[in-house]
């Protein structure tokens, strides 16, 4: 891991009002049964949420799995986003838990090409 690859605190939308801001005034992008909903801030760096409902997840596990695959996407990629946005990726039934990383990898680049991120 190279220097400003991480994923500090300071990176993660974590605050319910901050989810709800951006889900009433972003744009939201859909492919293959994912979506990200993104808003420009003021802050000068990006931070990303997720939304992996228990509905089509059942089991935690694979809702932190597929936590843990698009944080190391995120981490890995964020050098190639365009800084001062938050972005919340919303995880649906068409994602398999078991999708390995380069599925996860493809899927991000897929939703922030087609928002503009990139």
Not at 55 to 68: D, G, M, P, Q
Request: aromatic fraction near 10%; include cysteine; charge should be positive.
């Amino acid at each position: 891991m190279t220097a400003g690859e991480g994923f500090s605190k300071k990176e993660r939308l974590l605050k319910s009002k901050d989810f709800r801001v951006v889900y009433a005034k972003g744009r939201k992008i859909s492919v293959g049964g994912s979506a990200i909903c993104y808003l420009e801030n003021a802050l000068g760096h990006s931070r990303l949420g997720f939304s992996i409902s228990s509905r089509n997840f059942k089991l935690a596990s694979a809702r932190n799995r597929i936590r843990r695959l698009f944080k190391e996407v995120y981490r890995r990629s964020k050098a190639e986003l365009r800084p001062g946005f938050d972005l919340v990726l919303i995880v649906k039934r068409g994602f398999d838990k078991n999708s390995p990383r380069i599925e996860a990898e493809r899927l991000f680049k897929e939703l922030t090409k087609k928002a503009g991120l990139v």
